[in-house]
């Protein structure tokens, strides 16, 4: 059974930095591309970036780009996301999530993922 579990949310104002983390289990972590997705209140989910399954290529949406960066530690079963530079608008629920495949495609969002961590950006 694949198992996510996210963590590192927290309330912070404009302009600071997070970094959320997701511990894997119930798969073989280091075949597969990870993704990273959003769901603000009242609106659908957002894909935010995928990485391969060995951590060399690593795909960004637009609105994150530059200030978001995906990375992961295959041997620890982990896939990280340092949010820099927060905007109101990063705020959300964020959720890791495991690919079908080992590259990366742009815009995917995965049906596997975990509970969630929540970003708040307010000042």
């Known amino acids: 059974e694949v198992l996510l579990v996210e963590s590192g949310g927290g309330s912070v104002q404009p302009g600071g930095s997070l970094r959320l983390s997701c511990v894997a289990s119930?798969?073989?972590?280091?075949?597969?591309?990870m993704t990273w997705v959003r769901q603000a209140p009242g609106k659908e989910l957002e894909w935010v970036a995928t990485i391969s399954n060995g951590g060399s290529t690593d795909l960004y949406a637009d609105s994150v780009r530059g200030r978001f960066t995906i990375s992961r530690d295959n041997a620890k079963k982990t896939l990280y996301l340092q949010l820099t530079n927060l905007k109101t608008e990063d705020t959300a629920m964020y959720y890791c999530a495991k690919q079908s495949r080992a590259y990366p495609v742009k815009g995917v969002i995965p049906t596997e993922r975990g509970q969630g961590t929540q970003v708040t950006v307010s000042s």
């Open positions: 119930g798969f073989r972590y280091e075949n597969y591309a």
